[in-house]
């Protein structure tokens, strides 16, 4: 079984619409982060959460909100798509007993929005 | 800001050939530097480097760090169809951002027969 799970694994919605990204794990790490990907620019940070009740914006949180609904829920919302949102989204996890140097990433979530 | 910047940004090589790709870093409180490889689906990790000279090997991939040159290089030898898949890197951060990660854009390497 996998460790980072997300879901949905593919999505196509329009423009204007709310949609949810969740992830999960059972790797029972504190941290967890939202990463998208788009051709030739890597993985840019969106937001990440050290625990619970600490929950950071990243490089790119603009237009994007999270909740932190358990240690191991992480859900990534976007309030009012638009269509330079379409890309690949990632959660990561990480732990100190690596000094929360790896991270672990999950399938990834493929977003289309029209 | 922290910045991260790799190259090349596409390699096409040939199976057999050595590849080297670059990894050059600004990161506030700089811990370690990590490469991940990617194919087609989530980020998988290769090397976490500390420590400038010290080479990290696993079978035909090596990486090292210069923290001097604020750069590190992962060199990948007799490389195989197998080896085609992106390379990110990343520099983890300390301070108040600890464990905080900056990927690069991701050198995309393709090997063929």
């Known amino acids: 079984d996998a460790d980072v799970t997300q879901t949905p694994r593919n999505r196509i919605t329009k423009t204007g619409k709310r949609i949810m990204l969740e992830c999960s794990q059972t790797?029972?790490?504190?941290?967890m982060y939202w990463y998208r990907q788009d051709p030739g620019l890597g993985l840019r940070l969106i937001y990440y959460s050290f625990d619970v009740k600490d929950i950071n914006k990243g490089e790119i949180s603009d237009g994007y909100s999270v909740s932190r609904q358990a240690q191991a829920k992480f859900s990534l919302s976007l309030e009012s798509a638009i269509p330079n949102q379409t890309a690949l989204y990632f959660c990561a996890t990480s732990e100190p007993g690596q000094g929360y140097n790896e991270q672990f990433f999950g399938p990834g979530t493929r977003l289309t929005v029209l | 800001e922290d910045k991260v910047v790799q190259s090349p940004l596409s390699l096409v090589v040939h199976e057999g050939d050595t590849v080297t790709l670059n990894c050059s870093y600004e990161v506030t409180n700089f811990r370690s530097l990590l490469w991940y490889k990617q194919e087609k689906k989530a980020p998988t990790f290769l090397f976490m480097l500390?420590?400038?000279?010290i080479e990290k090997k696993s079978g035909r991939l090596s990486s090292i760090l210069d923290k001097k040159e604020l750069s590190s290089i992962l060199n990948i030898t007799a490389t195989q169809t197998g080896d085609s898949a992106i390379y990110l890197c990343?520099?983890?951060?300390?301070?108040?951002?600890?464990?905080?990660?900056?990927f690069g854009q991701g050198t995309i390497l393709t090997v063929h027969p």
């Open positions: 790797k029972g790490h504190d941290r």
């Open positions: 500390t420590s400038s000279g």
């Open positions: 990343a520099g983890h951060a300390g301070g108040t951002s600890y464990g905080k990660l900056t």
